[in-house]
């Protein structure tokens, strides 16, 4: 279900969307998020809102879930002027996240250096992450991703040890036992 207040351009504009029973592939999805425009009074800044409030997915075996949550804010930094031109909007976002993975390990998550969004670039291509995953051997590390091109590459920080990583590499169904 979705719920539009009003257009997207007029303050307070928001969108609400409910997934209830939703599902893809034996994939569930429960919970809710909104995105409001949060402009300030005067200013010709678009700010956009997204928080999202106990977003569970269901994995096909029926007894893991991932949860999410995020209060994040989107700044429209380029682009507004070309309103039907959308291939030269940028915007940043900056917020926090949290939930728990799969086997219930609860995580939380802040972007301190923002996170530029470009529609011409499907990776995320600039932006500092601190992670904290309390009462883990690894408690804390950062997530820093390569803000000179747009690739699936970044880098993860923990205990001192930056290790590099590929994106297309962690979700790829394993091939081992095929024929």
């Given at each position: 279900?979705?719920?539009?207040t009003q ?46 409030q106990d ?84 408690e804390d ?39």
């Amino acid at each position: 279900m979705a719920a539009v207040t009003q257009d997207f351009t007029d303050t307070s504009g928001k969108a609400t969307i409910t997934f209830n029973d939703y599902a893809v592939e034996n994939h569930w999805l429960s919970g809710s998020f909104s995105i409001e425009l949060k402009k300030p009074a005067g200013e010709e800044e678009y700010i956009y809102n997204l928080l999202a409030q106990d977003i569970v997915l269901h994995l096909p075996d029926s007894i893991h879930t991932l949860v999410w949550n995020c209060n994040q804010n989107y700044y429209w930094v380029e682009g507004r002027d070309t309103p039907q031109n959308f291939d030269d909007d940028v915007f940043e976002v900056l917020g926090t996240a949290s939930g728990t993975d799969i086997d219930g390990v609860s995580y939380s998550c802040k972007i301190l250096e923002a996170i530029p969004l470009f529609r011409y670039c499907a990776w995320v291509s600039g932006g500092l992450v601190e992670i904290d995953v309390p009462g883990q051997d690894i408690e804390d590390g950062k997530i820093m991703y390569n803000s000179e091109a747009c690739d699936p590459f970044f880098n993860l920080e923990f205990n001192g040890m930056v290790f590099t990583e590929n994106l297309l590499n962690m979700y790829r169904p394993s091939l081992e036992g095929a024929k």
